[in-house]
């Protein structure tokens, strides 16, 4: 019997299963979806759906351009230049204005087109000063302000007003008339006799630079012998450049126990020699209860060699170091009551401008004791205390001796 069942399968009508039956019965499949299926079994799917994705959208973006070309260059291709120049513009319709009433003239103006408004300031385009100008001093004013105001060096204030400041920035005062130089220099009035060599061999400048000043207003034929200039008595000069000492109007160096006399000049507060008495430490104290300005500054450059510090009138002033008075009493130069001290180790201190004296000549006095009081005698513009430090041969800045503030 099995050989039977074996012989009926081998010898099934067709020899062939039902697979191969079933699949000569479809229609033959579509090149496409063969491909397809075969990039899907190599995995490639994926990306055969972002090719497709891309394709379509430049497909896309290419149909809305030529769509939107066509929308705005819809113009006849086929106007020759004839018929373009045949064309006439559209007339503008006539506007009925009415005029305007009376109590409409404020709008005039605003009808007869583009209007301008009027500057008030004009630009005028700066040029450099060459004369000499005249500023009445104001309440408040100081050297340095002045100065700053007109862009030039404080000393060129004091050499520009001997005669009016004599050489002393306390001498400002209100409504005084200073010559402003247009320059930083010095103001010289010609004397009889002088020659331009020595001019400016004074002033430590060429003569050159004196003839060529515009502001001088020389004739340069004039000039061709120096000793002997074509230039009248009486005439000021600008002198660009120029610089001289200053004409000392403080206390002089120097003025010790031991040689009080140097101060005779000074005025009658001078003292005679003093033997022994105390000396001081080296180091210095405050002179008041204040550590801040109420004035100038220390300035060489403006011949102020000291310190102007702040305090009331009748406040305590104080010896910044033990020593002798060697100066007590009124000062002709400016400095009004003042008092000097030497402290016996090359140091000198003075203190001007006092309301009150509390020490006599060749007292010995210590360190931080009270000598007097803040006042504003002598040339002063209010209560403060000048405050100088000496050696035998200068005048130091006392803001690097004294404690910080």
Request: aromatic residues 10%; glycine residues 12%; charged residues 15%.
């Given at each position: 019997m099995n050989n039977e069942f074996h012989e009926d399968i081998l010898q099934e009508p067709g020899g062939e299963s039902e697979e191969e039956n079933s699949a000569s019965q479809l229609p033959e499949q579509n090149i496409v979806a063969r491909w397809t299926d075969i990039l899907l079994r190599m995995g490639l799917g994926e990306t055969l759906l972002r090719a497709g994705t891309t394709i379509l959208s430049l497909v896309i973006i290419l149909g809305a351009t030529l769509l939107l070309h066509r929308f705005y260059h819809n113009i006849p291709v086929n106007v020759t230049a004839q018929e373009?120049?045949?064309?006439?513009?559209?007339?503008?319709p006539d506007l009925n204005a009415e005029p305007l009433n009376e109590e409409d003239n404020y709008l005039a103006p605003l009808s007869y087109g583009v209007q301008r408004q009027a500057r008030i300031h004009t630009n005028i385009p700066s040029r450099p000063r060459t004369e000499v100008v005249t500023y009445t001093v104001q309440a408040g004013d100081t050297v340095f302000g002045i100065a700053e105001k007109y862009g030039l060096q404080p000393e060129t204030i004091l050499w520009g007003n001997y005669f009016t400041l004599l050489d002393d920035p306390h001498n400002l005062s209100e409504n005084q008339a200073l010559n402003i130089l247009p320059t930083d220099g010095t103001y010289y009035q010609w004397q009889a006799g002088?020659?331009?060599?020595?001019?400016?061999?004074?002033?430590?400048?060429?003569?050159n630079e004196i003839i060529n000043y515009p502001g001088n207003n020389l004739n340069p034929d004039g000039m061709s012998d120096l000793t002997n200039p074509d230039i009248e008595p009486g005439t000021w000069?600008?002198?660009?450049?120029?610089?001289r000492e200053f004409i000392s109007w403080s206390a002089p160096l120097g003025i010790t126990r031991d040689n009080p006399a140097?101060?005779?000049?000074?005025?009658?507060?001078?003292?005679?020699?003093?033997s022994g008495g105390a000396v001081g430490y080296g180091y210095f104290v405050w002179p008041s209860n204040k550590h801040y300005l109420s004035g100038y500054d220390y300035s060489p450059k403006s011949n102020h060699w000291g310190i102007d510090i702040a305090g009331y009138e009748g406040e305590g002033i104080y010896a910044v170091d033990a020593g002798v008075v060697v100066y007590s009493g009124w000062n002709e130069y400016g400095y009004g009551n003042m008092i000097i001290l030497?402290?016996?180790?090359?140091?000198?201190?003075?203190y001007a401008h006092l309301s009150e004296i509390y020490v006599g000549c060749g007292q010995s006095v210590g360190q931080g004791d009270a000598i007097g009081a803040f006042g504003s005698t002598g040339r002063s513009s209010g209560t403060h205390l000048h405050f100088e430090l000496m050696t035998p041969s200068y005048k130091p800045n006392p803001w690097d001796y004294l404690p910080p503030p």
């Amino acid at each position: 019997m099995n050989n039977e069942f074996h012989e009926d399968i081998l010898q099934e009508p067709g020899g062939e299963s039902e697979e191969e039956n079933s699949a000569s019965q479809l229609p033959e499949q579509n090149i496409v979806a063969r491909w397809t299926d075969i990039l899907l079994r190599m995995g490639l799917g994926e990306t055969l759906l972002r090719a497709g994705t891309t394709i379509l959208s430049l497909v896309i973006i290419l149909g809305a351009t030529l769509l939107l070309h066509r929308f705005y260059h819809n113009i006849p291709v086929n106007v020759t230049a004839q018929e373009l120049e045949s064309i006439e513009p559209t007339p503008t319709p006539d506007l009925n204005a009415e005029p305007l009433n009376e109590e409409d003239n404020y709008l005039a103006p605003l009808s007869y087109g583009v209007q301008r408004q009027a500057r008030i300031h004009t630009n005028i385009p700066s040029r450099p000063r060459t004369e000499v100008v005249t500023y009445t001093v104001q309440a408040g004013d100081t050297v340095f302000g002045i100065a700053e105001k007109y862009g030039l060096q404080p000393e060129t204030i004091l050499w520009g007003n001997y005669f009016t400041l004599l050489d002393d920035p306390h001498n400002l005062s209100e409504n005084q008339a200073l010559n402003i130089l247009p320059t930083d220099g010095t103001y010289y009035q010609w004397q009889a006799g002088d020659g331009l060599n020595g001019v400016a061999k004074y002033f430590d400048v060429d003569a050159n630079e004196i003839i060529n000043y515009p502001g001088n207003n020389l004739n340069p034929d004039g000039m061709s012998d120096l000793t002997n200039p074509d230039i009248e008595p009486g005439t000021w000069l600008i002198i660009p450049g120029g610089r001289r000492e200053f004409i000392s109007w403080s206390a002089p160096l120097g003025i010790t126990r031991d040689n009080p006399a140097s101060a005779r000049v000074l005025g009658p507060g001078a003292c005679d020699p003093v033997s022994g008495g105390a000396v001081g430490y080296g180091y210095f104290v405050w002179p008041s209860n204040k550590h801040y300005l109420s004035g100038y500054d220390y300035s060489p450059k403006s011949n102020h060699w000291g310190i102007d510090i702040a305090g009331y009138e009748g406040e305590g002033i104080y010896a910044v170091d033990a020593g002798v008075v060697v100066y007590s009493g009124w000062n002709e130069y400016g400095y009004g009551n003042m008092i000097i001290l030497d402290h016996g180790n090359g140091w000198q201190s003075l203190y001007a401008h006092l309301s009150e004296i509390y020490v006599g000549c060749g007292q010995s006095v210590g360190q931080g004791d009270a000598i007097g009081a803040f006042g504003s005698t002598g040339r002063s513009s209010g209560t403060h205390l000048h405050f100088e430090l000496m050696t035998p041969s200068y005048k130091p800045n006392p803001w690097d001796y004294l404690p910080p503030p």
